[in-house]
Nanobody
Framework: QVQLVESGGGLVQPGGSLRLSCAAS????????MGWYRQDPGKQRELVAV???????NYADSVKGRFIISRDSAKTTVYLQMNSLKPEDTAVYYC???????????????WGQGTQVTVSS
């Protein structure tokens, strides 16, 4: 029904940059919010960044000033520009979206399959 397609993960050296993309497709009336979570084995899942339909942005303290979340004009694609990457940024990054399938419904969450980001020299 609704799918989130992620791209941009990979291996990068400390101090480098990566840009993640996530495109939503399917039956979507509107997007309430889109963002990124990350999780490394043995660690708790962490909200990295989120952008609401109104354009409000929120970042985890650990990435503030280094990561930038943005979206396209249709609000169906979200990007995460990751700069000054550190080894502790290594994790599987999951795109998520809260959307309204049809007008008047409550929001429904959808997650991507995840993309691996590895920061290592």
């Amino acid at each position: 029904q609704v799918q989130l397609v992620e791209s941009g993960g990979g291996l990068v050296q400390p101090g480098g940059s990566l840009r993640l993309s996530c495109a939503a497709s399917g039956t979507i009336f509107s997007i309430a919010a889109m963002g990124w979570y990350r999780q490394d084995p043995g660690k708790q899942r962490e909200l990295v960044a989120v952008i609401s339909s109104g354009g409000t942005r929120n970042y985890a303290d650990s990435v503030k000033g280094r990561f930038i979340i943005s979206r396209d004009s249709a609000k169906t694609t979200v990007y995460l520009q990751m700069n000054s990457l550190k080894p502790e940024d290594t994790a599987v990054y999951y795109c998520y979206a809260d959307h309204h399938p049809v007008p008047g419904t409550t929001v429904v969450p959808t997650w991507g399959q995840g993309t691996q980001v590895t920061v290592s020299s």
